[in-house]
Each structure stands twice: as C-alpha cells, then as structure tokens.
C-alpha cells in the first residue's frame, strides 16, 4: 500500500569493518601463543573442519550457493506409530486421530505385517483424501498399495518398501512390486510410492557421508532398473522420497539434509533428468534411535530436540520426534504428547516454518554443505565402481560395521560424550523399569551406540541387586561382540591419569562378551558364538540341532549348574593387570 512505511536498510555504521586478518589476528592473541591449527577438528567423516570460518570460504566455492526451497510451504509435524505383525493397527489409528486434534499434522505408520492393516478404519478416523498418512512396510507393499487404490481416491503421504536397502533376497520380484506401487500411485499427486529408508543407515552408525552416498547408490539402482515400456524414467523419478534419521550433532545434520538436495541435483542430471525434478524431492525426517539412551532416559528430551531443529532447519518436509522411553516403555499418552508437541513448538513459538533454507550463507554451514556433498560422491563413485548395489552391498555393509565401531569405541574411551551414559552419569539413578526383563525382551533395540554401555551398567545392577539380596541363582548376560575391549576402555578413563596403563584386550578377535553373575562375584568372559549358542542351548534346554533358536541375552539357573556349563563350554576369563573383575565393574557402576 502506499501508505506503508518503507522498511529501512539494516547499518552498523558506527562499527568499523573487521577484516578477516584481522580476525585470524585477535584470534591468536586470544590462544595466547597457542597454534591456532590446533583446533582444527578431524571429523568422523574424514576431513577436518576448521575453527574459523569467514566470507573468503564463499568465494572458494565460486560465491554464495543458490538457498534451497521445499517444495512444499510448511513443514509437517507426523508422529510415528509402530504396528506389530499380528495386529490389525486399530489402538495406533485411534492414537493417531487424537493427535491429529492436538497438533499433528500426519501419521506414519511402521507395519509388521501390512496385510492385516486396518485401511477401512483408517479411512474413516483420518480421511485419507485430506490426510497426510504414511506406511513403512517390510513386506506386503503391492497388496497394500491396491486397497489403497480400491478406495477410489487420491491419498496423500508415502510408502516405504525399499527392496535395495533391506537386502530383499527375491529381488525381482520384490522390483515388480515397486513398479506396481508406482503404476497405482501416477495419478495420485501428493503421494510418493518409492521412499528409500535412508534412516536404515543412520541407525546403525553410518556417518553423514555414508548416508548421503547410501541413498545415491540406492536411488542410482532403482533409475536403472525399473524403467520399462509402461514406465518412465521420470516418473519413477517423480515417485522418489527419502525417510532420513536425524542425529544429534546438530551442525553436520543440518548440513547432511542440505548436501543432500545438492547431490541429487546432480545424480537427476547424469541420468537427463530436467533440473525441475529435483524440485520434486520430498524428505521425511526422524530423530534417530541410534542417539536414544536408556540410562538418564530424560536427557533423550534434549536429544530429539536438538534433532527436531536440525532436521526442520535443514529442509526436511515432513519431521517425525521419537518418544523420549521408546526403549523400555510402552507406548503412553505422557510421552507420546511431550514428542508430538515439541514440534509445535518450534513452529508456533521459535517460528522455524517462516524461513526456507536459513542456514544459507553461513560461510561455515556453506563449506560443510559442499564438504559433504563432495566426500559423498566420491564414495558413491566408489560403490559404483564395485558394480552398484545390491551387488556391492558386501562393501557397504564392511563400511557402515567399521563407522560403527569406531562410535562405540569414541564412546568408550570418552572421546565422543553421551550425557548421564559415559560422562555426568547418575550413580544413584533408580530405573522405572525392570532391567532384567529389558534384557529378555527381543524387543530391546541392540544396535544402538550406547547399547555396548548400558547393557554393562543394567548387568552389573542387576549383579549388585542379586548380591544384596544374596540370591542363589547366577546369571549369564550377553554383553555383545567385541565389548571387552570397550569396557577396558571405559575402565581406564575411571582411573587417574597417572594409574593409566595401555593394556590390551586378553580375547581373540570374533568373540562375543558375557558377564558371569552370582551373589558371591561377577566375572567378566568371553567365548566364540558357537560356544555361547551350544551353553545357551544346554541352559534353555533347547536341542543341539535345532535351528531356529536364537539365544536370550539373558540366562539364569542355579549356580552350579551355570558354573559347569560355563567350564564345559570352555569360557575364558577377561581379567584387567591389578584388578579383579569386581573392582572394574564396581568402578564402571559408580559404587567405588
């Protein structure tokens, strides 16, 4: 309007311009003679970023980026919503209809079976032509996609199958499947029927880098492969969406989103893809369980929090807050509404759906954007070369284990912190659950980069509960392969500096880690997967030969009979030069 006032043009004339020698030399007067190089941080992903960054880095990458937009105006906050195998969903869609009425924007539904899914209910509590609604499925996508269809509508949302990723042993026929889910969905604008689940990485170790070029080999397989006659190339292009899990390293994961879009841009072009259809890409972003604690559990508050922003200020289209007691609870209204509402908040009172791409033009975010595209290219030219997935899923299965490793040991040895995990623990915490039957249950999430702690720490409290109460039964608990050498790591931060003496692990490669637990003494051991699984067997009383057996991580059974299976079997001692393997744990548990 005309009477509008005219915004006025934003000055700090009164403060002189800093150049950056300038900075680069308040910077070393500040480290008082220290190396400023000596800051320089080695990443996890390979490179090293610097501790200063300034308008310089943006010409080195030819001047400032063009900011990435979404293809949609507003973000959505959409809970998830596990659906075990043998039931129908209907207590997940009641849940999900009354978050929808408490801010909500969607429902992504994780099915164990997609076959007994509840579409007609479904239907009916979320309307599925107004409704964002989402499905993960491990199998049943075709069947799925056609109830859909028969419903005579447009829905709106995803579905992820992803054959590639998940190392479907009947590939062709699992390909099949996605053209149909494709066929079925053309005329269905707002729903994107081939999401790769690119949090499959991400919660299992992967580093940005890997996650990044992951996707690029998966997607690269699909553009190759699933184009015929009846289907283009563009609209199987047109049907892709990407399901990312969000760390807590909050910089890299905003930057991670970022390079993402870039380097899709470019992987569209290689295959004559015009430049419009990397507007197309929709991203669903979920706070990951790699980062999820069960010790100190409410610090997961802080965690998915942090995650929420990455992922919103990062680009994601659609976000998805894990509950904060996800591992040893279930699912409850408290948690449930705390998850969804955080969301909301960022959106209704931090106003982080006002801006596209803000992180456009940090010299610092610009240069870790363009340091991950680039590292990840070259590892998806790399995986190419090994002949593309799924024939190199061998290379980056070897990659994602060794990224693993490397986080469980940073972890151990402190190098990397896990508040109230390995550092600022809470020796007297008192858990609301009951860690024996966490350790029974198959349900407890194993792949985790804390679970090599906690699974020390809920043994030896329940080695400490049993001693109190001087139960007569001993216990066997399964701590996981290559844990020895972890828990000497985290040993030896316990000790002072001085006491500090590099000892080596006193077990062969390719073991598993057990903790031997009786009221009189716990003893850590190790032994062979063989031999865990022949005494798990002879405890359990299980036949020898019989296969389908997957032993517990936790058996009990009288003392002695727990003692002669373990001298039978042939267990080894795990001992530490100077202490007994009750000092380590009673230093490990915080008890000295």
């Known amino acids: 309007m005309a009477d509008s006032p005219r915004p006025a043009p934003v000055s700090f004339s009164e403060f002189d311009a800093v150049t950056t020698p300038q900075w680069q030399e308040r910077i070393a ?88 899914f509840d579409i007609d209910q479904l239907h009916q509590r979320l309307p599925l032509t107004d409704t964002y609604v989402a499905y993960t499925v491990r199998s049943g996508a075709g069947r799925l996609m056609q109830r859909l269809a028969d419903l005579d509508i447009a829905p709106r949302g995803f579905l992820v199958a992803d054959p590639v990723t998940r190392h479907a042993p009947d590939m062709a026929h699992q390909l099949d499947e996605v053209r149909a889910a494709i066929d079925l969905s053309k005329n269905w604008p707002e729903f994107r029927a081939l999401g790769l689940d690119v949090a499959y990485y991400g919660n299992r170790g992967a580093t940005a880098t890997q996650q990044i070029a992951f996707a690029l080999s998966t997607a690269a397989t699909y553009l190759s492969e699933l184009p015929t006659p009846e289907l283009a190339l563009n609209e199987v292009a047109a049907a892709m969406h990407l399901h990312v899990a969000i760390g807590p390293n909050y910089f890299f994961e905003i930057a991670k989103l970022r390079a993402l879009r870039r380097v899709w841009a470019t992987l569209l072009h ?121 024939a190199a899923t061998g290379l980056v299965m070897q990659e994602l284990h060794a990224s693993a490793q490397a986080q469980f040991r940073r972890i151990a040895n402190g190098e990397q912190v896990v508040v109230g995990t390995n550092k600022f623990q809470n020796p007297n915490e008192k858990f609301d659950y009951n860690p024996k039957r966490l350790l029974r249950s198959r349900e407890f999430d194993s792949t985790r980069a804390t679970y090599p702690t906690e699974v020390l720490r809920l043994a030896t409290a329940l080695h400490f509960e049993r001693r109190e109460k001087k139960k007569k039964r001993a216990a066997m608990v399964l701590l996981g392969a290559h844990t020895n050498q972890i828990i000497l790591e985290s040993f030896l931060q316990t000790l002072p500096e001085t006491e500090r003496t590099e000892l080596h692990r006193a077990h062969p490669e390719g073991t598993l880690s057990v903790l031997f637990s009786s009221a009189e003494e716990a003893t850590l051991m190790y032994a062979t997967p063989e031999q865990f699984g022949r005494l798990s067997r002879a405890i359990s009383r299980v036949p020898i030969d019989e296969p389908n057996f997957i032993p517990p991580a936790l058996l009990t059974a009288d003392l002695a009979t727990m003692q002669e299976a373990v001298h039978v079997f042939g267990f080894k001692e795990f001992t530490v030069q100077g202490y007994s393997t009750e000092d380590v744990l009673a230093r490990l548990q915080g008890k000295k």
């Not at 997940?92 to 978050?99: G, K, Q």
């Not at 015009?274 to 972003?285: H, N, S, Y």
């Not at 997961?300 to 990062?314: I, Q, W, Y």
């Not at 509950?323 to 955080?342: I, Q």
């Open 270 to 390: 290689a295959y004559n893809l015009p430049a419009e259809a990397t507007q197309q890409l929709t991203i669903f972003a979920s706070t990951a369980t790699w980062s999820q604690t069960t010790l100190d559990p409410h610090t997961n508050l802080l965690r998915t929090t942090t995650e929420a922003m990455s992922a919103v200020l990062g680009g994601a289209d659609a976000v998805s807050v894990g509950a904060f007691d996800c591992l040893f609870h279930a699912p409850n209204e408290f948690a449930e509404r705390l998850a969804r509402n955080l969301p909301v908040l960022l959106r209704e009172e931090a106003y982080l759906d006002r801006v596209q791409d803000p992180a456009a033009g940090s010299y610092y975010l610009e240069t870790l954007t363009d340091q991950l595209a680039q590292e990840a290219w070259a590892l998806f030219q790399k995986i190419e070369a090994a002949g593309g997935l799924p």
């Open 29 to 116: 007067r500040d480290l008082k003679g220290k190396d400023p190089a000596s800051l320089t941080w080695q990443t996890p992903d390979g490179f090293p970023l610097q501790p200063f960054y300034h308008q310089e880095a943006l010409q080195k990458l030819g001047g400032a980026p063009t900011p990435q937009v979404r293809p949609g105006q507003h973000w959505r906050n959409v809970p998830t919503y596990s659906v075990p195998a043998l039931e129908r969903g209907r207590n997940a869609i009641e849940r999900a209809a009354e978050a929808l009425e408490r801010g909500a924007d969607g429902a992504h539904f994780v099915l164990g079976h997609a076959e007994g």
